[in-house]
């Protein structure tokens, strides 16, 4: 048995043995992923709970919006299991709401930097971040500082502006 590493970037994580090597790309302007495999003669993609058995060294395929999950195993046990998760998405979503301390929000994966701030009810300025680093389409957003009330929220991405009232208690 190998052991895997867990590989993390900007589009999603993935886990990988060393004996085993799986080279992925992912055009974001088709919403295609590339996968070019070496190391056995037959190949079991898993995307979103379909599979696909293959024996080419490349493959491709279309991304669906939100979720994609692959897994990739080979005919060879030894050779552990690829795992890449690839979120897919324009839209801002946030939740919980009402918070109490922590609004996480998902971001379009390909968007690696954004701006939020933070107004009261009576629009005046409380949090502004600058240039967050998103992390898998992420940001957890530590709003424990504030009191009890009704915040209106800024978001700012490279191509996308949402603003979205929270509730905190």
Known sequence: MFLYDLKTGPYGEFFINESEVVITDVDFQSNIVYFELEGAEQYYIT????????????ISFNLNDGVNNFEIYTDLECQGTFVKNIYLDDKIKYYPNPIQNYLSLILPS??????????????????????????????????SGLKSGNYILNIETNSTNKIIKIIKR
Do not use: A, C, M, W
Not at 120 to 131: F, R, T
């Open 47 to 58: 995307h979103n709970n379909e599979t696909h058995v293959t024996s080419s060294n490349y």
């Open 110 to 143: 390909e968007r690696l930097s954004t701006n939020i701030s933070v107004f009261d009810i009576n629009g005046k300025l409380i949090i502004q971040k600058n240039n967050i680093i998103v992390n898998q389409g992420r940001v957890e957003l530590d709003l």
